[in-house]
C-alpha cells in the first residue's frame, strides 16, 4: 500500500520561510514522479511544484523563484522549500505520488502566512 506523510507545516509571518517534508512507504518512490499541491478555502486544488524521477522540475507561476522542490530517493522524501511566503500561500499543501499505476496523496499539512 502506498502512504505519503506530510510535515512541515505551520504559522509563519508575511516574509519567512517553511520546508515541507513528504515521506514515503513501500519501494515506488525512486520510479515516481512527485508533486506539491495546495487547497485554499473555497478554491481549487492547484500544483505548486512537481518533480520528474530524473529530477526535471515545474512549478506554478505564482510561486517560482520563491519555492524550490526537490527529492531524496534514498531517504523517500520530497521536500518543498518556500521563502519569502505570502498570505496567498495560505492553504492546505497535499503531497502527491504517480508511480505509474495511479495517483496517491497525502493527508496534508496547513501553512498559514499572516500579513
Known amino acids: 500500500q502506498v502512504h505519503l506523510v506530510e510535515s512541515g507545516g505551520g504559522l509563519v509571518q508575511s516574509g519567512g520561510s517553511l520546508t515541507l517534508s513528504c515521506t514515503a512507504s513501500?519501494?515506488?518512490?525512486?520510479?515516481?514522479?512527485m508533486g506539491w499541491y495546495r487547497q485554499a478555502p473555497g478554491k481549487q486544488r492547484e500544483l505548486v511544484a512537481g518533480?520528474?524521477?530524473?529530477?526535471?522540475?515545474n512549478y506554478a507561476d505564482s510561486v517560482k523563484g520563491r519555492f524550490t522542490i526537490s527529492r531524496d530517493n534514498a531517504k523517500k522524501t520530497v521536500y518543498l522549500q518556500m521563502n519569502n511566503l505570502k498570505p496567498d500561500d495560505t492553504a492546505v499543501y497535499y503531497c502527491?505520488?504517480?508511480?505509474?499505476?495511479?495517483?496517491?496523496w497525502g493527508q496534508g499539512t496547513q501553512v498559514t502566512v499572516s500579513s
Open positions: 502527491k505520488a504517480d508511480p505509474g499505476f495511479g495517483d496517491f
Open positions: 513501500g519501494d515506488f518512490f525512486r520510479f515516481s514522479a
Open positions: 518533480i520528474m524521477v530524473g529530477g526535471t522540475t
